[in-house]
């Protein structure tokens, strides 16, 4: 399979263009003491992006993007991440990472089954395997972190 | 002197100190391989325990923990391209390519024997040293950080796989993320976009958290096939074998022990800073710099021999000077002092027994992991390397977020992290790669800090139209100038030689 390839000189400089002018217009009447470090590192950004818009179209860098592996696979498991840190505030740490855990092992053992060739379903001893290995680490973690190291770590509806 | 040195040595070979030892070994592993876990936390927490104990006993524990936990770091920068400490970054770089091409039990080795090594090789120099490294280190003013700082910044280009450009602007990236929060000589909050938790800034562990070990989760969840491995086809890694790679090439292991020797004693620098410089002086010596990054085991020998050495170091200034080299020093610091004694020269004079007792601690702590590495090393390497893919997904993400949101009890800190390291995972296609970013979030504080005070202390001197002066009158800053010099215009020396070679050899 030919994966295209695509000029990250013009992205990679429009993003940066971007994030810098996000900062830039974040500043702040600040004494030189706090203004010269952030702007002199903002003003090497601008320099470097132009650099790389300027080369996009003379002799750019060109490369595959988002090439390995599914792109919807690679959207999930970025989405159960801002989900499992959204959720710890209003479920609690333990059921928040229980219910993601077990969410994200059947979704990553289904995703290695179908890339095997495996069309077998995951068995239920699987499942249940799956279960216990899941409360078994996130509750011991959860113990060690609260009892011993005195993290104290949301409870949420355990309250 | 020679006395306590003896004393010393008597003091720590009796059998509760070397339980002490084995305990602090498996402790600082397991700390050490938990990203998110820090040295300095798990010392934090064992000074409590120690209250009832001799201070040399204390002192044993504390320091095994110290070290083991420096080593541990290297377990997850092999296995998961998570480096567990700051200190292994510089192990990702060969160490996770190694484990790609199926040699993760040989990195995981090498990095124990490199480690080992290092650590031995430290606690000789300190024992021999000890006094005029510290001489140095207090020479060290505002200027000298700053230009440790750039110094630093100009290894980008050696981790740059790729553009150059691309290099910096990521190394620029990381410090603008570094700036966020209340500015250190100013004191005014910057960049909070209307968010007051961002006042703390982004903390350094939260985001090497990220940026190295959320893009790979999403990579293993997105290709759903395992990364690292482990070739059986020639049965187990044998430890000759191992001790040949590591020893094979004394410069290298000694080099970069001895910088990481010297980056260890500079208060602030640290094993984060120590590990990067010996990677890039042995990818500079090497007879094949292109290898580096794809998996060369002669660059996890640099970094793990130094960052271990930099354990040593720091805890130089620390026994003659009262004065911490780093985080996990700074709580060694406060465990004399609660045990009634104060670090300084007269330690040595009035409690050698301490003093050289702890030093030949560490050593005997980095031969633990000897023992307790290469067993728990293979144990940790297999079960990385046979889990199943579905389990281990999830408990790298468990890891992460609990690792993250420990650091300050702090779910701002999650988002942070999982932000940072989506971030990561789409500019690295885009050829902004981590290890730079990294660099630039360690490396940037210290740099502005170095430079504001250096040009506060100019003004004062030279006034405000030459306060840049103040960078430049040290011999030291010229030392250190003309070492990031060399650092920028060495590939292309090398480039040059490569073509002459290749010119030469073609007319023969």
Redesign the interface.
């Known amino acids: 399979m030919n994966a295209k390839n695509f000029n990250?000189d013009i992205?990679?400089g429009l993003?940066?263009l971007g994030?810098a002018l996000v900062?830039w217009f974040?500043?702040?009447p600040?004494?030189?003491?706090?203004?010269?470090?952030?702007n002199a590192?903002?003003v090497?950004?601008f320099a470097?992006?132009a650099?790389?818009l300027v080369?996009a179209f003379i002799r750019p860098?060109r490369?595959?993007?988002?090439d390995?592996?599914?792109?919807l696979?690679?959207l999930?498991?970025?989405a159960?991440?801002?989900l499992?840190?959204s959720l710890?505030?209003h479920l609690g740490?333990m059921v928040t990472?229980v219910l993601?855990?077990?969410g994200?092992?059947?979704?990553?053992?289904r995703?290695?089954k179908?890339?095997e060739g495996d069309t077998s379903p995951i068995s239920l001893f699987a499942y249940l395997r799956?279960a216990v290995?899941?409360v078994l680490?996130?509750g011991s973690?959860h113990f060690i972190?609260t009892k011993?190291?005195?993290?104290?770590?949301?409870r949420g509806i355990l309250m | 002197m020679f006395e306590s040195v003896i004393s010393g040595l008597m003091a720590v070979l009796g059998w509760e100190a070397l339980l002490l030892v084995l305990i602090g070994t498996v402790v600082g592993l397991f700390v050490g391989s938990v990203p998110g876990l820090t040295a300095t936390m798990a010392l934090a927490l064992l000074v409590p325990f120690t209250f009832t104990m001799d201070p040399l006993s204390a002192m044993v524990l504390l320091g095994a923990v110290y070290v083991a936990s420096m080593y541990g770091g290297a377990f997850t920068a092999i296995l998961i391209n998570t480096p567990g400490t700051p200190g292994a970054i510089a192990t990702s770089l060969d160490g996770y390519p190694m484990a790609q091409q199926g040699k993760a039990e040989l990195a995981i080795l090498t990095a124990t024997v490199a480690s080992v090594v290092g650590g031995v090789i430290s606690v000789i120099f300190v024992l021999l040293l000890a006094a005029p490294l510290t001489e140095i280190a207090i020479r060290f003013g505002p200027a000298e950080y700053f230009w440790v700082a750039v110094l630093g910044l100009s290894l980008i280009g050696a981790l740059s796989t790729g553009s150059l450009v691309k290099g910096l602007m990521g190394g620029a990236i990381g410090m603008l993320i570094g700036t966020v929060g209340v500015s250190p000589l100013g004191g005014e909050s910057r960049f909070l976009f209307g968010t007051s938790e961002l006042q703390g800034g982004v903390n350094l562990i939260v985001a090497l958290i990220g940026i190295f070990a959320v893009p790979e989760l999403i990579r293993l969840s997105a290709t759903a096939m395992r990364t690292v491995s482990i070739d059986y086809s020639k049965g187990g890694e044998k430890l000759s074998h191992v001790f040949w790679i590591t020893c094979g090439r004394p410069f290298n292991v000694i080099r970069s022990s001895v910088i990481g020797l010297i980056v260890g004693i500079i208060p602030g620098a640290g094993n984060n800073v120590a590990g990067l410089v010996a990677y890039n002086e042995a990818k500079r010596a090497d007879r094949d710099p292109a290898s580096f990054g794809k998996g060369n085991a002669q660059g996890v020998v640099a970094s793990e021999s130094s960052n271990n050495a930099a354990v040593a170091g720091s805890v130089v200034p620390l026994l003659t000077l009262g004065v911490p080299g780093s985080p996990p020093a700074a709580v060694m610091l406060g465990a004399l002092m609660l045990h009634g004694i104060r670090p300084g020269t007269a330690l040595f004079v009035e409690t050698g027994t301490l003093a050289y007792g702890f030093i030949f601690s560490l050593g005997l702590a980095a031969l633990a992991l000897l023992i307790v590495g290469v067993i728990g090393g293979r144990i940790i390497c297999r079960a990385v390397c046979t889990v199943p893919l579905g389990f281990l997904v999830p408990t790298i993400a468990f890891m992460t977020i609990l690792g993250a949101y420990s650091m300050r009890n702090s779910l701002v800190d999650v988002f942070i992290m999982v932000g940072l390291g989506i971030f990561a995972y789409v500019v690295r296609y885009f050829g902004i790669h981590a290890a730079p970013i990294a660099l630039g979030l360690i490396l940037g504080p210290i740099a502005e800090d170095g430079f504001g005070m250096a040009m506060l202390q100019g003004t004062a001197r030279f006034g405000p139209d030459q306060a840049a002066l103040a960078l430049f009158v040290n011999p030291l800053s010229w030392m250190l100038i003309a070492l990031t010099v060399l650092t920028l215009v060495w590939p292309a020396i090398q480039n040059r030689r490569g073509r002459k070679r290749m010119t030469s050899g073609s007319v023969e």
Do not use: C, D, N, Q
């Open positions: 990250t992205i990679a993003g940066a994030l900062f974040a500043r702040e600040w004494t030189p003491l706090s203004a010269r470090w952030p590192i903002l090497f950004i470097s992006a650099f790389l080369r860098e490369g595959p993007i988002f390995e592996g599914s792109k696979r690679m999930i498991a970025a159960l991440l801002i499992w840190a710890i505030e740490f990472s993601v855990f077990y994200f092992w059947w979704y990553v053992t995703a290695a179908k890339v799956a290995v899941t680490l996130v973690f972190f011993y190291l005195y993290v104290p770590l949301p």
